[in-house]
């Protein structure tokens, strides 16, 4: 009886092909790079990790249709092959030609990088993301998310999904995608802040991967208008430090999931992952006191930082204790949103953070209001109507553990964990001001 977990055993991988040297494998896969020789051919084939090398012998059988970005079966003899790359090479028997592309591809993908500008690697996505190099970017990105994903699970965490269509948001409404809604006006989700404070009461820890849209105006190489967020939330927590370790114990297990699970894509990129012992905390205020008197510099904003002050003081981080990242608490009330909780007997400061990695902030966090009474007087002192938040502030009116959690951007992390320039690098298809397709 024939099964559909027989195709799928062919959808196998250089380490699964290493383990069968010395017999006969049957595989799919995409035709990366001809390279012809005397008498026989090298057929690099393009799976969806590797890339596989195979001998073609021409000189018993050819195949004139075979090109570039065909994709095939091949039926071949795993023999070992010290030379080649992956330690062993496919001596092909047989190609079955799956498919055939109607037209040259508009750059040249099969090389070690893709030469071209990063507009023209965007205008062409779907082809230039079949360079080896483009994208170990985005399996390195799954593993970020797969790895957090396993610790917040151990740490008893619940996944949950919040609606991406809202009616209002809790970030302010000035910068929301608005969109009619059977005759209603409705926004996309600038963040899943309120439902996850909502589901504390429900779960006790929860933790939401999922597309987060933002309508900001800004067109530079750290903004996208939509992204991933991941965001968790805690319960029963004693302080916002709580998540600060929290997100410490989170990063040391990514970076352990990393280098068991993507050696291969990290060789290949370069990557030199931090290494995490502990992350350093300083309040907002030492911070912006600590770069002007190292580098004479005045601040045109006091309540929060200029992506320059971003770099020096990553950099001074780093010169004092070796790491990378750093932690900024205590950020101003005045740039802190409605929920976040303000210092006891110090209302101008909240019990928040920013994560900040490699000279960019990647996470804000912080511990929320859980009190009732203390959000609805938060919410007035702000000009905004309670009325019209009525099922956020279920949560409070009903009782709510104290709480707290943050939110990252995903994309903003792959970026500088890679060391890219621009977050479009490390967005999929990036939504920006000008960017709509692919």
């Not at 959808?11 to 020789?37: D, W």
């Not at 004139?64 to 992956?86: D, F, Q, T, W």
């Not at 004693?238 to 600060?244: N, T």
Request: proline residues 3%; charged residues 30%.
């Amino acid at each position: 009886m024939n099964s559909i977990f027989g195709k799928v055993n062919e959808m196998i991988e250089e380490k699964e092909l290493k383990e069968k040297i010395g017999s006969v494998a049957s595989f799919t896969g995409s035709v990366y790079k001809i390279r012809k020789m005397s008498g026989f051919s090298f057929v690099i084939l393009r799976t969806a990790r590797n890339l596989i090398q195979c001998v073609l012998d021409t000189g018993k059988e050819t195949y004139e249709e075979l090109c570039e970005n065909a994709s095939v079966r091949i039926k071949g003899m795993v023999r070992r092959e010290e030379r080649a790359r992956a330690g062993f090479e496919i001596d092909i028997r047989e190609i079955e030609i799956l498919s055939l592309p109607a037209a040259e591809p508009p750059v040249v993908i099969n090389n070690k990088e893709v030469k071209a500008s990063l507009e023209t690697k965007l205008d062409y996505r779907p082809v230039t993301l079949r360079n080896q190099k483009e994208r170990a970017v985005f399996k390195i990105q799954e593993g970020i998310l797969a790895g957090a994903r396993k610790f917040l699970m151990e740490q008893k965490f619940t996944e949950i999904h919040s609606p991406k269509i809202v009616f209002a948001g809790v970030e302010g409404g000035a910068n929301m995608f608005n969109l009619e809604y059977f005759g209603k006006e409705a926004y996309l989700s600038q963040s899943p802040q309120a439902f996850k404070q909502m589901m504390v009461a429900v779960f006790d820890r929860v933790f939401e991967i999922g597309a987060v849209y933002r309508a900001e105006k800004h067109d530079t190489a750290r903004h996208l208008n939509e992204y991933i967020g991941l965001d968790l939330e805690m319960g029963y927590i004693s302080s916002f430090y709580e998540i600060m370790e929290t997100e410490t114990a989170m990063l040391q297990a990514v970076m352990a999931y990393l280098s068991e699970n993507y050696k291969e894509e990290l060789e290949l990129l370069e990557v030199n992952l931090p290494v995490i012992e502990s992350i350093p905390s300083i309040s907002f205020q030492e911070a912006k006191e600590w770069i002007q008197k190292e580098f004479k510099r005045n601040t045109a904003d006091a309540y929060d930082f200029e992506p320059e002050e971003e770099r020096l003081l990553c950099q001074l981080v780093k010169e004092k204790t070796g790491c990378e990242f750093v932690f900024v608490t205590h950020y101003p009330t005045a740039k802190r949103p409605f929920y976040a909780m303000e210092e006891e007997g110090e209302r101008n400061v909240t019990k928040s953070f920013d994560l900040l990695f490699r000279g960019i902030e990647v996470t804000t966090g912080g511990q929320r209001i859980h009190d009732y009474h203390a959000q609805i007087e938060k919410m007035k002192e702000r000009g905004m109507n309670p009325e019209a938040f009525e099922s956020y502030l279920m949560l409070h009116k009903y009782g709510i553990a104290p709480h707290g959690g943050l939110g990252m951007g995903v994309e903003r992390f792959t970026m500088s964990l890679l060391g890219r320039s621009n977050v479009r690098e490390a967005a999929l298809f990036p939504r920006d001001m000008n960017r709509l397709v692919p």
